[in-house]
């Protein structure tokens, strides 16, 4: 069993920033991929970014590409979540996910392990 706690979640004002950590306890694999997720009032739970155990392979929504910046710490089993020119419809519950299969996936069914999430408030 992996546990995944988030952290770093908040109020902020567009165009500012905020810096999200997942810490990973628990029976975790070096080839586990992270994931994070986002989920916003009435819709569904959607893609962000995913990070190989390795932190040599990346992949991220289109939505935040040039925006957000996802990295790991094997040795300290964190990974974390740089979000910068937040915007509004950024606002969301911002969740990390373990792969143990270590494939980069986009899809949240996918994911064997999630955190309990923390809230990302953009003001316009």
């Known amino acids: 069993q992996v546990q995944l706690v988030e952290s770093g979640g908040g109020l902020v004002q567009a165009g500012g920033s905020l810096r999200l950590s997942c810490a990973a306890s628990?029976?975790?694999?070096?080839?586990?991929?992270m994931g994070w997720f986002r989920q916003a009032p009435g819709k569904e739970r959607e893609f962000v970014a995913v990070?190989?155990?390795?932190?040599?392979?990346?992949v991220y929504a289109d939505s935040v590409k040039g925006r957000f910046t996802v990295s790991r710490d094997s040795a300290k089993n964190t990974v974390a979540l740089q979000m910068n020119s937040l915007q509004p419809e950024d606002t969301a519950v911002y969740y990390c996910?373990?792969?143990?299969?270590?494939?980069?996936?986009?899809?949240?069914?996918?994911?064997?392990?999630w955190g309990q999430g923390t809230q990302v408030t953009v003001s316009a």
């Open positions: 628990g029976r975790t694999y070096s080839n586990y991929a």
């Open positions: 996910a373990a792969e143990k299969d270590g494939l980069l996936r986009t899809t949240s069914s996918t994911y064997d392990y």
């Open positions: 990070i190989a155990w390795s932190g040599r392979r990346l």
